[in-house]
Protein backbone atom coordinates (compact mmCIF):
# COMPACT_ATOMS: atom_id res chain seq x y z
CA UNK A 1 0.00 0.00 0.00
CA UNK A 2 1.74 3.32 -0.87
CA UNK A 3 2.41 5.43 2.37
CA UNK A 4 -0.15 8.26 3.00
CA UNK A 5 2.49 10.67 4.60
CA UNK A 6 6.16 11.64 4.64
CA UNK A 7 8.28 9.86 6.96
CA UNK A 8 10.15 12.11 10.05
CA UNK A 9 13.12 10.33 8.42
CA UNK A 10 12.24 12.03 5.36
CA UNK A 11 12.23 15.33 6.47
CA UNK A 12 15.58 14.33 8.61
CA UNK A 13 17.09 13.73 5.42
CA UNK A 14 15.85 16.79 3.62
CA UNK A 15 17.11 19.36 6.18
CA UNK A 16 20.07 17.83 5.91
CA UNK A 17 20.68 17.98 2.27
CA UNK A 18 19.49 21.16 2.87
CA UNK A 19 22.04 21.95 5.30
CA UNK A 20 25.01 20.61 3.53
CA UNK A 21 23.78 22.61 0.38
CA UNK A 22 24.04 25.71 2.67
CA UNK A 23 27.74 24.73 3.83
CA UNK A 24 28.72 24.39 0.17
CA UNK A 25 27.57 28.14 -0.78
CA UNK A 26 29.81 29.03 2.26
CA UNK A 27 32.64 27.34 1.03
CA UNK A 28 31.87 28.70 -2.58
CA UNK A 29 31.54 32.50 -1.44
CA UNK A 30 34.95 31.86 0.22
CA UNK A 31 36.76 31.28 -3.11
CA UNK A 32 34.43 33.76 -5.74
CA UNK A 33 32.86 35.99 -3.12
CA UNK A 34 29.60 35.42 -4.98
CA UNK A 35 27.03 32.60 -3.90
CA UNK A 36 26.13 29.44 -5.82
CA UNK A 37 23.25 27.84 -5.63
CA UNK A 38 23.16 23.93 -6.24
CA UNK A 39 20.18 22.31 -7.68
CA UNK A 40 18.41 19.15 -6.98
CA UNK A 41 16.34 16.29 -8.95
CA UNK A 42 13.15 15.28 -7.23
CA UNK A 43 10.24 13.76 -7.66
CA UNK A 44 11.32 13.00 -11.69
CA UNK A 45 12.52 16.60 -12.10
CA UNK A 46 15.10 18.91 -11.44
CA UNK A 47 14.31 21.36 -8.58
CA UNK A 48 16.30 23.53 -6.29
CA UNK A 49 17.85 22.57 -3.78
CA UNK A 50 19.76 25.46 -1.59
CA UNK A 51 17.38 28.13 -3.27
CA UNK A 52 16.00 28.74 0.10
CA UNK A 53 19.31 29.46 1.47
CA UNK A 54 19.81 31.17 -1.58
CA UNK A 55 17.64 33.48 -1.24
CA UNK A 56 17.81 34.17 2.82
CA UNK A 57 21.07 36.02 1.97
CA UNK A 58 19.39 37.77 -1.19
CA UNK A 59 20.13 40.93 1.21
CA UNK A 60 23.82 40.19 0.89
CA UNK A 61 24.11 38.81 -2.34
CA UNK A 62 23.51 42.36 -4.00
CA UNK A 63 26.15 43.99 -1.63
CA UNK A 64 28.86 40.86 -2.02
CA UNK A 65 28.24 41.36 -6.54
CA UNK A 66 28.99 44.57 -6.22
CA UNK A 67 31.78 44.46 -4.49
CA UNK A 68 33.11 41.34 -6.32
CA UNK A 69 32.63 43.15 -9.30
CA UNK A 70 34.68 46.39 -8.36
CA UNK A 71 37.95 43.84 -6.76
CA UNK A 72 37.82 41.92 -9.85
CA UNK A 73 38.89 44.67 -11.96
CA UNK A 74 42.02 45.03 -9.77
CA UNK A 75 42.61 41.08 -9.13
CA UNK A 76 44.86 39.58 -11.24
CA UNK A 77 43.07 37.91 -14.04
CA UNK A 78 45.13 34.69 -13.71
CA UNK A 79 44.29 34.80 -10.19
CA UNK A 80 40.70 35.14 -10.86
CA UNK A 81 40.21 32.45 -13.18
CA UNK A 82 41.77 29.99 -11.28
CA UNK A 83 39.68 30.77 -8.28
CA UNK A 84 36.46 30.15 -10.92
CA UNK A 85 38.16 27.03 -11.84
CA UNK A 86 38.61 26.13 -8.14
CA UNK A 87 34.63 26.80 -7.52
CA UNK A 88 33.83 24.92 -10.48
CA UNK A 89 35.73 21.85 -9.31
CA UNK A 90 34.02 22.06 -5.89
CA UNK A 91 30.99 22.63 -7.25
CA UNK A 92 31.39 19.54 -9.22
CA UNK A 93 32.40 17.60 -6.16
CA UNK A 94 29.71 18.72 -3.89
CA UNK A 95 27.34 17.50 -6.87
CA UNK A 96 28.80 13.67 -6.75
CA UNK A 97 28.43 14.24 -2.84
CA UNK A 98 24.76 14.82 -3.67
CA UNK A 99 23.90 12.80 -5.78
CA UNK A 100 23.16 9.55 -3.54
CA UNK A 101 20.49 11.53 -2.12
CA UNK A 102 18.37 11.93 -4.88
CA UNK A 103 15.02 10.28 -4.81
CA UNK A 104 13.79 7.39 -7.18
CA UNK A 105 10.28 7.20 -8.74
CA UNK A 106 8.28 4.41 -8.96
CA UNK A 107 6.61 3.89 -12.58
CA UNK A 108 3.25 3.26 -11.17
CA UNK A 109 2.92 6.29 -9.22
CA UNK A 110 -0.07 8.71 -9.66
CA UNK A 111 0.51 12.20 -10.18
CA UNK A 112 -1.55 15.30 -9.00
CA UNK A 113 -1.74 18.45 -10.91
CA UNK A 114 -4.85 19.53 -8.97
CA UNK A 115 -5.94 18.36 -5.04
CA UNK A 116 -8.62 15.25 -5.59
CA UNK A 117 -10.00 13.03 -3.19
CA UNK A 118 -11.46 9.51 -3.88
CA UNK A 119 -13.22 10.04 -0.59
CA UNK A 120 -15.69 12.57 -3.13
CA UNK A 121 -15.96 10.09 -6.49
CA UNK A 122 -19.01 7.97 -6.73
CA UNK A 123 -18.73 7.49 -10.06
CA UNK A 124 -16.19 6.09 -12.64
CA UNK A 125 -16.24 6.60 -16.34
CA UNK A 126 -13.28 5.67 -19.43
CA UNK A 127 -12.39 5.43 -22.54
CA UNK A 128 -11.46 2.29 -23.87
CA UNK A 129 -8.48 2.34 -26.04
CA UNK A 130 -4.96 3.00 -24.50
CA UNK A 131 -7.36 3.35 -21.10
CA UNK A 132 -8.53 -0.21 -20.42
CA UNK A 133 -7.29 -1.97 -23.23
CA UNK A 134 -3.80 -1.23 -24.16
CA UNK A 135 -1.81 -2.52 -27.17
CA UNK A 136 1.29 -4.30 -28.47
CA UNK A 137 3.64 -2.32 -30.78
CA UNK A 138 2.51 -4.67 -33.53
CA UNK A 139 -0.75 -2.41 -34.03
CA UNK A 140 1.24 0.87 -35.05
CA UNK A 141 3.15 -0.91 -37.73
CA UNK A 142 -0.21 -2.67 -38.91
CA UNK A 143 -1.86 1.04 -38.93
CA UNK A 144 1.21 2.60 -40.92
CA UNK A 145 1.60 -0.39 -43.47
CA UNK A 146 -2.66 -0.47 -44.22
CA UNK A 147 -1.96 3.23 -44.64
CA UNK A 148 0.91 3.54 -46.97
CA UNK A 149 -0.99 1.29 -49.02
CA UNK A 150 -3.74 3.08 -49.65
CA UNK A 151 -1.69 6.24 -50.78
CA UNK A 152 -0.49 3.98 -53.25
CA UNK A 153 -3.67 2.13 -54.05
CA UNK A 154 -6.26 4.63 -54.01
CA UNK A 155 -4.20 7.87 -53.95
CA UNK A 156 -1.73 6.79 -56.34
CA UNK A 157 1.25 7.66 -54.70
CA UNK A 158 4.74 6.14 -55.90
CA UNK A 159 5.16 2.15 -55.64
CA UNK A 160 8.42 3.05 -54.26
CA UNK A 161 6.76 4.05 -51.22
CA UNK A 162 6.51 0.48 -49.86
CA UNK A 163 10.28 0.55 -49.01
CA UNK A 164 9.22 2.40 -46.63
CA UNK A 165 8.75 0.35 -42.53
CA UNK A 166 7.43 1.86 -39.70
CA UNK A 167 9.92 3.29 -37.52
CA UNK A 168 8.46 2.71 -33.78
CA UNK A 169 11.41 4.98 -32.24
CA UNK A 170 11.39 7.58 -34.51
CA UNK A 171 8.22 10.26 -33.51
CA UNK A 172 6.72 11.33 -29.82
CA UNK A 173 3.42 12.38 -28.88
CA UNK A 174 2.82 15.91 -28.87
CA UNK A 175 4.86 16.76 -31.80
CA UNK A 176 3.36 19.82 -34.34
CA UNK A 177 3.40 19.34 -37.70
CA UNK A 178 3.74 22.91 -40.25
CA UNK A 179 1.28 21.71 -42.83
CA UNK A 180 2.34 24.32 -45.52
CA UNK A 181 6.36 23.76 -44.79
CA UNK A 182 6.11 20.13 -43.98
CA UNK A 183 8.01 20.29 -40.88
CA UNK A 184 7.30 18.45 -37.63
CA UNK A 185 8.91 19.83 -34.76
CA UNK A 186 8.36 19.64 -30.52
CA UNK A 187 7.41 23.26 -28.84
CA UNK A 188 7.45 24.22 -25.24
CA UNK A 189 4.79 25.89 -23.21
CA UNK A 190 6.31 29.26 -24.26
CA UNK A 191 5.47 28.64 -27.84
CA UNK A 192 8.84 27.79 -28.68
CA UNK A 193 10.73 25.59 -31.27
CA UNK A 194 13.11 23.10 -29.31
CA UNK A 195 15.75 23.74 -31.71
CA UNK A 196 17.08 20.02 -32.80
CA UNK A 197 13.77 18.76 -32.97
CA UNK A 198 13.00 19.85 -36.57
CA UNK A 199 12.39 17.06 -39.09
CA UNK A 200 11.62 17.58 -42.65
CA UNK A 201 11.26 13.90 -43.69
CA UNK A 202 13.33 11.99 -41.70
CA UNK A 203 16.74 14.28 -41.61
CA UNK A 204 17.00 17.10 -38.74
CA UNK A 205 16.68 20.79 -40.11
CA UNK A 206 19.95 23.19 -39.19
CA UNK A 207 18.98 25.50 -36.83
CA UNK A 208 19.76 28.25 -38.41
CA UNK A 209 17.20 27.27 -41.29
CA UNK A 210 14.65 27.15 -38.96
CA UNK A 211 15.62 30.63 -37.62
CA UNK A 212 15.36 31.92 -40.97
CA UNK A 213 11.73 30.46 -42.10
CA UNK A 214 10.11 31.42 -38.29
CA UNK A 215 12.38 35.12 -38.01
CA UNK A 216 13.27 33.39 -34.89
CA UNK A 217 12.37 30.01 -33.32
CA UNK A 218 8.73 32.34 -31.46
CA UNK A 219 5.92 30.13 -33.16
CA UNK A 220 2.87 32.88 -33.01
CA UNK A 221 -0.49 32.52 -31.67
CA UNK A 222 -2.42 32.72 -34.42
CA UNK A 223 -0.73 29.56 -36.55
CA UNK A 224 -0.97 27.60 -33.42
CA UNK A 225 -3.78 25.47 -32.12
CA UNK A 226 -6.33 26.83 -29.84
CA UNK A 227 -7.51 25.80 -26.32
CA UNK A 228 -8.66 22.67 -27.76
CA UNK A 229 -5.73 21.41 -29.69
CA UNK A 230 -7.49 22.98 -33.46
CA UNK A 231 -5.92 25.62 -35.35
CA UNK A 232 -7.45 28.98 -35.68
CA UNK A 233 -6.39 29.04 -39.26
CA UNK A 234 -7.04 26.45 -41.01
CA UNK A 235 -4.92 23.76 -41.87
CA UNK A 236 -1.55 25.52 -40.71
CA UNK A 237 -0.02 23.71 -37.56
CA UNK A 238 -1.17 20.73 -36.68
CA UNK A 239 -0.10 19.24 -32.83
CA UNK A 240 -0.21 15.16 -32.82
CA UNK A 241 -2.14 14.33 -29.38
CA UNK A 242 -3.01 10.78 -29.67
CA UNK A 243 -1.16 7.55 -29.39
CA UNK A 244 -2.83 6.51 -32.74
CA UNK A 245 -1.27 9.54 -34.42
CA UNK A 246 2.53 8.08 -34.37
CA UNK A 247 2.03 5.85 -37.22
CA UNK A 248 0.54 9.12 -38.93
CA UNK A 249 3.95 11.26 -37.93
CA UNK A 250 6.28 8.38 -39.31
CA UNK A 251 4.14 8.17 -42.63
CA UNK A 252 4.26 11.69 -43.14
CA UNK A 253 7.80 11.91 -42.49
CA UNK A 254 8.76 8.74 -44.70
CA UNK A 255 6.50 10.40 -47.79
CA UNK A 256 7.98 13.82 -47.35
CA UNK A 257 11.45 11.67 -47.36
CA UNK A 258 10.83 9.77 -50.34
CA UNK A 259 9.62 12.85 -52.53
CA UNK A 260 12.96 14.85 -51.39
CA UNK A 261 14.92 12.40 -51.79
CA UNK A 262 13.51 11.61 -55.48
CA UNK A 263 13.39 14.99 -56.66
CA UNK A 264 9.62 14.98 -56.21
CA UNK A 265 7.95 18.45 -56.82
CA UNK A 266 4.57 18.26 -54.51
CA UNK A 267 2.52 20.46 -52.59
CA UNK A 268 2.23 19.88 -48.72
CA UNK A 269 -1.59 20.60 -48.08
CA UNK A 270 -2.08 17.53 -50.15
CA UNK A 271 0.33 15.15 -48.67
CA UNK A 272 -1.16 16.02 -45.36
CA UNK A 273 -4.68 15.82 -46.40
CA UNK A 274 -4.17 12.61 -47.70
CA UNK A 275 -1.93 10.99 -45.11
CA UNK A 276 -4.78 11.88 -42.88
CA UNK A 277 -7.52 10.71 -44.80
CA UNK A 278 -5.47 7.18 -45.53
CA UNK A 279 -4.98 6.64 -41.60
CA UNK A 280 -8.69 7.68 -41.01
CA UNK A 281 -10.16 5.09 -43.16
CA UNK A 282 -8.04 2.70 -41.68
CA UNK A 283 -10.24 3.55 -38.17
CA UNK A 284 -13.21 4.54 -39.99
CA UNK A 285 -13.87 1.69 -42.77
CA UNK A 286 -13.12 -0.82 -39.94
CA UNK A 287 -10.07 -2.28 -41.62
CA UNK A 288 -7.80 -2.06 -38.25
CA UNK A 289 -10.74 -3.25 -35.93
CA UNK A 290 -11.15 -6.80 -38.15
CA UNK A 291 -7.19 -7.27 -38.21
CA UNK A 292 -7.28 -6.80 -34.48
CA UNK A 293 -10.41 -8.88 -33.96
CA UNK A 294 -8.42 -11.80 -35.92
CA UNK A 295 -5.10 -11.92 -34.21
CA UNK A 296 -6.04 -10.24 -30.43
CA UNK A 297 -3.10 -11.99 -29.22
CA UNK A 298 -1.10 -10.16 -31.37
CA UNK A 299 -2.22 -6.95 -30.95
CA UNK A 300 -3.99 -6.78 -27.42
CA UNK A 301 -1.83 -7.16 -24.10
CA UNK A 302 -3.62 -9.03 -21.64
CA UNK A 303 -5.02 -6.36 -19.14
CA UNK A 304 -4.77 -8.48 -16.21
CA UNK A 305 -4.55 -5.64 -13.91
CA UNK A 306 -7.41 -3.54 -15.32
CA UNK A 307 -9.28 -6.51 -14.80
CA UNK A 308 -8.35 -6.10 -11.28
CA UNK A 309 -8.90 -2.61 -11.09
CA UNK A 310 -12.69 -2.55 -12.53
CA UNK A 311 -13.49 -5.45 -10.15
CA UNK A 312 -12.17 -3.69 -7.23
CA UNK A 313 -14.30 -0.59 -8.13
CA UNK A 314 -17.17 -3.07 -8.14
CA UNK A 315 -16.54 -4.47 -5.07
CA UNK A 316 -16.64 -1.31 -3.25
CA UNK A 317 -19.63 -0.46 -5.13
CA UNK A 318 -18.71 2.44 -7.35
CA UNK A 319 -20.68 3.34 -10.53
CA UNK A 320 -18.62 3.09 -13.75
CA UNK A 321 -19.35 4.07 -17.36
CA UNK A 322 -17.49 3.14 -20.56
CA UNK A 323 -17.52 6.32 -23.39
CA UNK A 324 -15.52 5.66 -26.66
CA UNK A 325 -15.54 6.05 -29.92
CA UNK A 326 -14.95 2.69 -31.27
CA UNK A 327 -17.49 0.26 -32.35
CA UNK A 328 -19.43 -2.64 -30.20
CA UNK A 329 -17.83 -5.42 -31.93
CA UNK A 330 -14.30 -4.29 -31.34
CA UNK A 331 -15.33 -3.43 -27.74
CA UNK A 332 -16.58 -6.17 -26.97
CA UNK A 333 -14.24 -8.84 -28.34
CA UNK A 334 -11.22 -6.78 -26.41
CA UNK A 335 -13.40 -6.69 -22.98
CA UNK A 336 -13.93 -9.99 -23.00
CA UNK A 337 -10.34 -10.78 -23.78
CA UNK A 338 -9.25 -8.64 -21.03
CA UNK A 339 -12.02 -8.89 -18.66
CA UNK A 340 -13.98 -12.06 -19.88
CA UNK A 341 -17.64 -12.59 -21.61
CA UNK A 342 -19.46 -11.28 -18.62
CA UNK A 343 -17.03 -7.34 -19.06
CA UNK A 344 -20.51 -6.09 -19.23
CA UNK A 345 -21.92 -6.52 -15.75
CA UNK A 346 -19.38 -4.03 -14.50
CA UNK A 347 -20.58 -1.37 -16.09
CA UNK A 348 -23.50 0.57 -15.08
CA UNK A 349 -23.75 2.40 -18.89
CA UNK A 350 -21.60 1.24 -21.98
CA UNK A 351 -21.55 3.84 -25.30
CA UNK A 352 -19.88 3.06 -28.35
CA UNK A 353 -19.23 5.43 -31.18
CA UNK A 354 -19.53 8.40 -29.17
CA UNK A 355 -17.78 10.77 -31.42
CA UNK A 356 -15.76 12.45 -29.16
CA UNK A 357 -15.01 15.51 -28.41
CA UNK A 358 -18.18 16.15 -30.63
CA UNK A 359 -20.42 14.23 -27.89
CA UNK A 360 -19.19 16.79 -25.00
CA UNK A 361 -20.46 19.69 -27.22
CA UNK A 362 -23.02 18.77 -29.55
CA UNK A 363 -26.10 18.79 -27.96
CA UNK A 364 -28.30 17.36 -31.21
CA UNK A 365 -27.11 13.65 -31.34
CA UNK A 366 -29.76 11.71 -29.81
CA UNK A 367 -29.16 8.02 -28.17
CA UNK A 368 -29.69 5.28 -30.15
CA UNK A 369 -29.71 1.48 -28.71
CA UNK A 370 -27.67 -1.03 -30.26
CA UNK A 371 -28.36 -5.33 -30.49
CA UNK A 372 -25.66 -7.43 -29.00
CA UNK A 373 -25.91 -8.38 -33.01
CA UNK A 374 -25.27 -4.51 -33.50
CA UNK A 375 -29.08 -3.68 -35.38
CA UNK A 376 -29.83 0.05 -34.68
CA UNK A 377 -33.30 0.12 -32.80
CA UNK A 378 -35.19 3.37 -33.83
CA UNK A 379 -37.14 3.98 -30.31
CA UNK A 380 -36.90 6.89 -27.92
CA UNK A 381 -34.21 6.72 -25.25
CA UNK A 382 -35.42 7.79 -22.08
CA UNK A 383 -33.80 5.94 -19.42
CA UNK A 384 -29.82 4.37 -20.14
CA UNK A 385 -29.78 1.09 -18.52
CA UNK A 386 -27.25 -1.24 -17.53
CA UNK A 387 -26.81 -4.11 -19.71
CA UNK A 388 -27.92 -1.81 -22.67
CA UNK A 389 -25.38 -0.80 -25.33
CA UNK A 390 -25.63 2.91 -26.73
CA UNK A 391 -24.31 4.35 -29.60
CA UNK A 392 -23.23 8.52 -30.12
CA UNK A 393 -25.67 10.68 -28.35
CA UNK A 394 -24.24 13.76 -26.07
CA UNK A 395 -23.20 14.63 -22.81
CA UNK A 396 -25.98 16.79 -21.92
CA UNK A 397 -29.03 14.08 -22.46
CA UNK A 398 -26.50 11.76 -20.69
CA UNK A 399 -26.86 14.07 -17.62
CA UNK A 400 -29.89 14.48 -17.86
CA UNK A 401 -30.68 10.97 -18.23
CA UNK A 402 -28.06 10.31 -15.40
CA UNK A 403 -28.09 12.93 -12.85
CA UNK A 404 -24.03 12.48 -12.70
CA UNK A 405 -22.59 15.66 -12.39
CA UNK A 406 -19.52 17.82 -10.97
CA UNK A 407 -16.70 16.26 -9.02
CA UNK A 408 -18.27 13.23 -8.03
CA UNK A 409 -17.39 11.98 -11.38
CA UNK A 410 -14.05 10.95 -12.35
CA UNK A 411 -12.93 10.24 -16.09
CA UNK A 412 -9.71 8.77 -17.40
CA UNK A 413 -8.90 8.91 -21.23
CA UNK A 414 -5.74 8.93 -23.05
CA UNK A 415 -6.06 12.07 -25.68
CA UNK A 416 -6.32 15.31 -23.54
CA UNK A 417 -7.89 17.26 -25.96
CA UNK A 418 -10.78 14.86 -27.15
CA UNK A 419 -11.26 12.93 -23.64
CA UNK A 420 -10.39 15.81 -21.36
CA UNK A 421 -10.62 18.85 -21.85
CA UNK A 422 -14.53 19.87 -22.14
CA UNK A 423 -15.08 18.04 -19.22
CA UNK A 424 -12.62 19.73 -17.36
CA UNK A 425 -13.72 23.40 -18.59
CA UNK A 426 -17.20 23.35 -18.76
CA UNK A 427 -18.82 20.25 -16.77
CA UNK A 428 -16.78 19.69 -13.87
CA UNK A 429 -16.16 16.19 -13.81
CA UNK A 430 -12.86 15.43 -12.37
CA UNK A 431 -10.05 14.08 -15.10
CA UNK A 432 -7.43 11.16 -14.99
CA UNK A 433 -4.70 10.82 -17.60
CA UNK A 434 -4.00 7.89 -19.11
CA UNK A 435 -0.16 8.38 -20.03
CA UNK A 436 1.60 4.93 -20.80
CA UNK A 437 4.64 6.27 -21.81
CA UNK A 438 5.34 7.99 -18.48
CA UNK A 439 6.77 4.55 -17.51
CA UNK A 440 9.68 4.28 -19.42
CA UNK A 441 10.43 7.90 -19.32
CA UNK A 442 10.68 7.61 -15.61
CA UNK A 443 12.68 4.09 -15.89
CA UNK A 444 14.80 6.39 -17.56
CA UNK A 445 15.22 9.41 -15.18
CA UNK A 446 15.56 6.75 -12.29
CA UNK A 447 19.01 5.92 -14.12
CA UNK A 448 22.36 6.76 -12.71
CA UNK A 449 23.39 9.04 -16.02
CA UNK A 450 20.53 10.66 -15.86
CA UNK A 451 20.58 11.64 -12.31
CA UNK A 452 23.93 12.71 -12.45
CA UNK A 453 23.57 14.64 -15.86
CA UNK A 454 20.78 16.66 -14.86
CA UNK A 455 22.06 17.36 -11.49
CA UNK A 456 25.46 18.78 -13.12
CA UNK A 457 23.43 21.20 -15.84
CA UNK A 458 21.66 22.35 -12.76
CA UNK A 459 24.73 23.29 -10.98
CA UNK A 460 26.67 24.22 -13.68
CA UNK A 461 23.68 26.84 -14.78
CA UNK A 462 23.85 28.00 -10.98
CA UNK A 463 27.29 28.73 -11.41
CA UNK A 464 26.93 30.56 -14.80
CA UNK A 465 24.24 32.66 -13.40
CA UNK A 466 26.26 33.62 -10.15
CA UNK A 467 29.84 34.29 -11.72
CA UNK A 468 28.70 36.46 -14.66
CA UNK A 469 28.38 39.18 -12.59
CA UNK A 470 32.32 39.30 -12.92
CA UNK A 471 33.60 41.35 -15.99
CA UNK A 472 37.20 41.26 -16.55
CA UNK A 473 38.12 39.23 -19.61
CA UNK A 474 39.77 36.48 -17.99
CA UNK A 475 36.57 35.53 -15.68
CA UNK A 476 34.02 36.55 -18.59
CA UNK A 477 36.16 33.78 -21.41
CA UNK A 478 36.21 31.22 -18.59
CA UNK A 479 32.35 31.83 -17.72
CA UNK A 480 32.03 31.19 -21.79
CA UNK A 481 33.55 27.60 -21.31
CA UNK A 482 30.97 27.07 -18.93
CA UNK A 483 28.46 28.31 -20.85
CA UNK A 484 30.10 25.99 -24.27
CA UNK A 485 29.64 23.24 -21.73
CA UNK A 486 26.10 23.51 -21.01
CA UNK A 487 24.95 24.12 -23.92
CA UNK A 488 26.91 20.38 -25.34
CA UNK A 489 25.11 19.01 -22.34
CA UNK A 490 21.52 20.23 -23.75
CA UNK A 491 21.15 17.75 -26.44
CA UNK A 492 22.43 14.74 -24.22
CA UNK A 493 19.00 15.54 -21.67
CA UNK A 494 17.24 15.50 -25.21
CA UNK A 495 18.94 12.03 -26.69
CA UNK A 496 18.47 9.73 -23.54
CA UNK A 497 14.86 10.11 -23.92
CA UNK A 498 14.11 10.17 -28.16
CA UNK A 499 17.52 10.50 -30.31
CA UNK A 500 14.96 13.16 -32.52
CA UNK A 501 12.36 14.43 -30.69
CA UNK A 502 13.05 14.06 -26.43
CA UNK A 503 11.24 13.45 -23.89
CA UNK A 504 7.11 13.83 -23.66
CA UNK A 505 7.18 16.42 -21.01
CA UNK A 506 10.36 18.52 -21.51
CA UNK A 507 12.21 20.65 -23.81
CA UNK A 508 15.95 21.01 -22.42
CA UNK A 509 14.65 22.97 -19.66
CA UNK A 510 11.18 24.01 -20.09
CA UNK A 511 7.83 21.63 -20.06
CA UNK A 512 6.88 20.88 -23.49
CA UNK A 513 2.99 22.24 -25.27
CA UNK A 514 1.79 19.21 -24.12
CA UNK A 515 2.77 19.20 -20.23
CA UNK A 516 0.69 22.87 -20.34
CA UNK A 517 -1.61 21.04 -21.62
CA UNK A 518 -1.98 18.21 -19.56
CA UNK A 519 -1.63 20.20 -16.28
CA UNK A 520 -3.90 22.66 -17.39
CA UNK A 521 -6.48 19.67 -18.59
CA UNK A 522 -5.91 16.40 -15.86
CA UNK A 523 -6.51 16.37 -12.25
CA UNK A 524 -3.93 13.42 -11.98
CA UNK A 525 -2.25 11.80 -14.52
CA UNK A 526 -0.61 7.96 -14.23
CA UNK A 527 1.05 5.20 -16.65
CA UNK A 528 -2.07 2.87 -16.99
CA UNK A 529 -5.36 2.55 -14.69
CA UNK A 530 -3.62 -0.38 -12.85
CA UNK A 531 -1.52 2.34 -10.62
CA UNK A 532 -5.17 2.72 -8.83
CA UNK A 533 -4.92 -0.65 -7.54
CA UNK A 534 -1.88 0.92 -5.16
CA UNK A 535 -4.70 3.44 -3.57
CA UNK A 536 -7.23 2.68 -1.21
CA UNK A 537 -10.92 4.75 -2.21
CA UNK A 538 -10.29 7.30 1.03
CA UNK A 539 -6.40 8.89 -0.38
CA UNK A 540 -6.23 12.01 -0.95
CA UNK A 541 -3.89 13.29 -4.16
CA UNK A 542 -2.24 16.00 -3.31
CA UNK A 543 -0.32 18.24 -6.08
CA UNK A 544 3.45 19.02 -5.00
CA UNK A 545 4.29 22.87 -4.04
CA UNK A 546 6.45 23.53 -6.42
CA UNK A 547 8.31 27.00 -5.70
CA UNK A 548 7.56 30.01 -8.14
CA UNK A 549 10.18 31.64 -9.40
CA UNK A 550 10.58 34.41 -6.76
CA UNK A 551 9.22 31.76 -3.98
CA UNK A 552 11.75 30.60 -1.07
CA UNK A 553 11.96 26.84 -0.98
CA UNK A 554 13.29 25.89 2.87
CA UNK A 555 10.17 24.43 3.64
CA UNK A 556 10.82 20.87 3.35
CA UNK A 557 9.59 19.23 -0.12
CA UNK A 558 6.27 17.15 0.10
CA UNK A 559 7.43 13.33 -1.27
CA UNK A 560 4.20 12.06 -3.09
CA UNK A 561 3.15 8.77 -2.30
CA UNK A 562 5.46 6.20 -4.48
CA UNK A 563 8.34 8.40 -4.22
CA UNK A 564 11.39 6.70 -2.51
CA UNK A 565 15.16 7.99 -1.39
CA UNK A 566 17.55 6.08 -3.30
CA UNK A 567 18.77 2.36 -1.46
CA UNK A 568 22.35 4.23 -0.51
CA UNK A 569 20.22 7.13 1.31
CA UNK A 570 18.12 4.65 3.36
CA UNK A 571 21.14 2.63 4.61
CA UNK A 572 22.88 5.63 5.77
Known amino acids: MAPLSMPLSTLVRARDVLRRASVLC ?33 QKRRAIQNAASIRSSSTDGQDMGQRLWASYNEAKRQTKDLIPDIASTDPDTIFANNEISLRDIEIYGF ?48 LHYDVQKALLMKIDAFHYIQLGTVYRGLNPVPDQEVIAMYEGSHVPLDIMSDFYGKSSQGQTMKQFM ?17 FM ?57 KKMFLITNSPFDFVNRGMSYIVGKDWRDLFDIVIVQADKPSFFND ?40 GWRG ?43 YVHMTTWLQALTGLIEQMQVHRDPVSQAVVQEWIKEREAMKPQTKDIF ?21 SRFADIYMASISCLLDYDFKHTFFPRRSPLQHESTFWPQHRPAGISASPQVEQR
Open 26 to 58: GLLQEHTSSSLCLWKRDFGSVVVVSRGVDQLLS
Open 127 to 174: DYDYTLAFYSKHLHTLIFNIARDILITQHRYPEGLREYEYIADFAVRG
Open 242 to 258: DIFSLPEMTLLSCVNDF
Open 261 to 317: RHNIDYEPVHLYKDVKEAIRDVHVKGIMYRAVEADIDKYICYGEESHAMLKKLSEHG
Open 363 to 402: RRKPFRRVTDKGALLWDRIHKLEKGHIYKQGNLYEFLRLT
Open 407 to 449: SKVLYFGDHIYSDLADLTLKHGWRTGAIIPELRKEIKIMNTEQ
Open 498 to 518: NAQFGSLFRTYHNPTYFSRRL
